[in-house]
């Protein structure tokens, strides 16, 4: 039971991850390898505040998300200048940058030692340790999150982003700047990312760098990919997917250490076919829907 | 200093090496094909495959690795690419097609062969020749040689060969090529075979050198591809300059700093260029850049 309840808490982790890039890779049209690296800094920011200055969790999650936000306003003044291809190498190599920086910093992050005894998360004077306080927790922001989300994609700023997605020069030339809303998705997408690293650092209480790789980014790249670019409940269900399918595989008597590369060939097999069919997300491809209305 | 020049120079031609196979296919097909990646990861495993596992005699064993690469790239372009071609699919969808290919590769070798660091080099390790104070290995004076050598080979062929020239002339326009008869499907076919064996050949080369982890493709082909961006896209000139900037840029930083910072180095340049000098050392226009 214990493990069912972990596998549901990370499926709230990767909702929340693959979510907050939709905003930027769904809508806005950026599709960015630098997640993982905005999900470290959470991680790291709640890490050390908490285990070197004492910190609770509450204060720490703004903070987090302003100093991921920041580091998406440099990220974004440099990713920005280029598009389609380019712009995926150069937040690739952004990507690199943040996990060398994870990786080698000895003295801020004790690099590949990682972070240890990080204190769990005090609601209330009651301490949440054990795991269904936590999964209600999590899933308490994953509905901020997907409101947050939902609205957004419903408001004019969400349609302006679908426009410059769909068409950027002619969005610039009925008054809508750009590269203002480019930059506050991107922003707002790291943001939203660094929730879920806090959340991840408290329940695991110990954080390395290798939890915050290009494949991490790549992974939830293709999490956004194949529930659907634009479509929250199908980042969500796509999750829930790619989560449980080493469980389904082991079900079903293969070995654990096969599993895990069969999930990654299983999911590099979807993105190849979703890429082929041109359908937006399997869910277009299992509907056969007609109106291809994919941006890739 | 001369150890530090030694490499640099080493280095240097094996991402030229790299560079040139990756912008063989890139010419033509105009996208980040990513999965080259895992060709040349597999292509030293198959050579591990081939020699150690099967024992089949050593050269014999990498021209088989060569050839099994290279219909690997062949099948990612006639399964992959080819299909999405006909369907027009828009640019961006093939790079993220190639990731994907690149998961699934990866992964499959993986899968096989397991995550520990493999060696193929069965010769005895010696110390090395020593060349003006520098000690260098066999292997490493090979990758140097075979490097030039397949370097000025492959900029022969582009100038100087009619298939050569039909790639040249698929990468500036595929539609007039199509008009005049060369099929542009069979040109990249042709292109996608070429560098997937090239790419083979440094993938070997570099196993051979520092051994071999199911990713040490990945980052040899960043570097490769770095390369490229910083030499402006489509310049020979612009090639060696980029790959040996890469190569300076990571063995100074190794020497000065520290070798972990080498990766950290490489992107802060790739990025110091989209920022000044997005269009290269060659300074062709590349559309996509400055928008």
Known sequence: MEYVLHLFILICFYTMLSQSLNLSAGFAGLISLTHAGFYGIGAYTTAILSTYYGFSFWPSIPLAMLISGFIAFIVSLIALRTVDDYFIICTLGIQVILFSIMNNWMELTRGPLGIPGIPSIQFFGFSVESKIPFLLLSLFFVVVIWLLLRNISRSGFGKTLTAISEDEIYSQSIGKNVYLSKTVSFMLSAMLASIPGTLYAHYISYIDPTSFTVNESIFVLSIVIIGGLGNLAGSFFASAFLVLLPEALRFVGMPDSIAANMRQIIYGLILVAVMMTGKNGVKEMIYNSRDNTSRL | ?291
Not at chain 2, 112 to 128: C, L, P, R
Not at chain 2, 132 to 153: D, E, K, N, R, W
Not at chain 2, 184 to 200: D, H, M, P, R
Request: one cysteine or more; hydrophobic letters at 55%.
């Open chain 2, 1 to 291: 200093m001369s150890q530090v020049f030694t490499n640099i120079s080493l280095s240097a031609l094996l991402y030229l090496l790299i560079a040139s196979s990756y912008s063989l296919i890139y010419y033509p097909t105009k996208f980040f094909h990513i999965a080259h990646a895992a060709v040349v990861t597999s292509a030293a495993y198959l050579v591990y495959l081939f020699s150690i596992q099967l024992s089949i005699p050593f050269p014999l064993a990498i021209v088989d690795g060569i050839a099994t690469a290279a219909l690997i790239g062949m099948f990612c372009e006639l399964l992959v690419y080819r299909p999405m071609r006909k369907r027009n699919r828009p640019p961006l969808a093939y790079m993220i097609a190639s990731i994907g290919l690149y998961v699934l590769l990866q992964n499959t070798i993986s899968l096989y062969f397991g995550d520990d660091t493999k060696v193929i080099n069965t010769a005895e390790i010696s110390v090395g020749h020593q060349i003006f104070g520098a000690y260098i290995t066999t292997i490493q004076i090979i990758t140097i040689c075979v490097s030039l050598v397949l370097f000025v080979g492959v900029n022969l062929f582009l100038h100087f060969t009619a298939t050569g020239k039909s790639i040249r002339a698929v990468s500036s326009n595929p539609e007039l090529c199509n008009i005049y008869g060369i099929s542009s499907n069979k040109v990249i076919l042709i292109a996608f075979t070429l560098g997937s064996a090239l790419a083979a050949i440094a993938g070997i080369l570099s196993a051979m050198d520092t051994n071999m982890t199911p990713t040490f493709g990945f980052n040899l082909l960043l570097y490769g591809v770095v390369a490229m961006i910083i030499g402006g896209v489509g310049s020979t000139r612009g090639l060696l300059a980029g790959s040996l900037l890469v190569a300076t840029a990571q063995h100074l930083a190794a020497f000065y700093l520290d070798t972990k910072w080498m990766d950290a180095v490489t992107y802060v340049i790739l990025i110091l260029f989209l920022i000044w000098k997005p269009l290269g050392f060659s300074g062709k226009r590349l559309k996509k850049v400055e928008v």
